[in-house]
């Protein structure tokens, strides 16, 4: 008699529908873990449409045991935009209702909510999900009040107060395992709400590659950057929240001489390209300075050789919630950081010597920190064994042995 074996494998799902940023590289980390160490079941990876035009060397990775499937055109249609506080509300209730399809259809035994910030009003009223699971939070505030630097607003204090009885409600969740939260300072404080739901520090993976794989001067004489001139590189989505547009007012703040001295390099897709040609080509009619764009999806076979390639790492980010992998890219590869004081990322840098902090949302402030990068010794603006020491211990390797260490799978 021909017994089915399949009745009883193991299958862990990862449910994500978001397709920019970091997401597809932790996908990519997950799957080549569970590749490598050969674990046992199957790796069911639900995500959006656009992720398979989008990310196709990741969808490239599926194998026998390792699939990936796609919600349907019209139920990514349906979900709304995340533009107000009702809309992202609405859509976190509609991707909930997408996760719980499929889960069942899948018949998963575990779930990883890879992005479980979107998940917490539907578990605050107490849906339940077909089966156990896990999940990856980013944005805890609720501690900020013991970071440096910190001023909170009246609205900070709602949302703090907010925060504290949602998790205190998602905790008490009977089928939430594992939290894992990329905070290491939110770990104590999460794991007092409740002793059932265990919270773990989760690393922000970085890939560390010996320099020497790596030919930086072709690129940068392709780029056509000046001689004479340093790189300050803003990396990622440019976006407004990114802090581009008190970075580029900051610019006109500087003095001729160490404008000449500078070369900003701005790399990452934008949907506000055209308004901030506009201010560039302004800026550089009145100031001698270069700024060379590349508006673009960056592969990741690329990024490590603008990091490399720069001088100098701008994340000038307007009051930013969660951490940030801009941080960690520049610690590989020992460049100083300008970064915003606010925060977890500003605690980071602090703690972690990673280059300065200023408040960001002050142009004046942004050209002193520029200024100071051009002008004094790195090693006084950073430390570059502590530097090291961080994107170590954010290694590749360690992001995924603890995902899968604390989800019990071998």
Known sequence: ???????????????????????????????????GKKLSGQLDIVVSPKFFKRHGGVVALSSENVKFTAITDEEEANLNS??????????????????????????????????FDTCGLPLAWGVKSPCPFSGIYFRPTFHYNEFTDYQPSWKDRLQETRERFIMSRIL?????????????FAVKHL????????????????????????????????????????????????????????????????????????????????????????????ICQVKPIQIIRRYEFIPDSEIQTYFQLTDFVLAPYQRHVGMSGILLLGAAALKPVLSSNYGLMGEMVQRNQLGLTVDTTKPEDIASGLTRLLLEPAKKLCN???????????????????????????
């Open 1 to 35: 008699m021909n017994i089915n074996y399949n009745i009883t494998k193991r299958k862990l799902m990862l449910f994500d529908l978001c397709v920019k940023g970091h997401h597809s590289s932790y996908i990519q980390r997950l799957i080549e873990y569970w590749q």
């Open 82 to 115: 995340r533009k107000s506080k009702v809309a992202r509300n609405l859509r976190n209730l509609k991707e909930w209702n997408i996760y719980t399809k499929y889960a069942k259809y899948l018949q998963a035994s575990h779930s990883l909510l890879m992005y």
């Open 172 to 184: 008490g969740n009977n089928q939430l395992q594992t939290l894992f939260c990329l905070d290491p």
């Open 191 to 282: 794991n007092k709400f409740n002793k059932n739901v265990k919270a773990v520090h989760l690393p922000d993976p970085v890939e560390i590659l010996n320099s020497s794989e790596i030919q930086p001067s072709s690129f940068k004489e392709n780029l056509g950057v000046e001689p004479g001139r340093r790189i300050f590189l803003l990396f990622g989505t440019i976006t407004a929240r990114k802090g581009i547009y008190q970075l580029l007012e900051s610019l006109l703040l500087l003095p001729s001489e160490v404008c000449q001295k500078l070369c900003l390099l701005i790399v990452g897709e934008s949907e506000i390209q055209e308004e901030l040609e506009k201010l560039i080509a302004n």
């Open 384 to 410: 570059y064994t502590q530097m090291s020491l961080f994107a170590q211990e954010n290694s590749v390797e360690r992001f995924a042995s603890v995902i899968f260490e604390h989800l019990g799978w071998r």
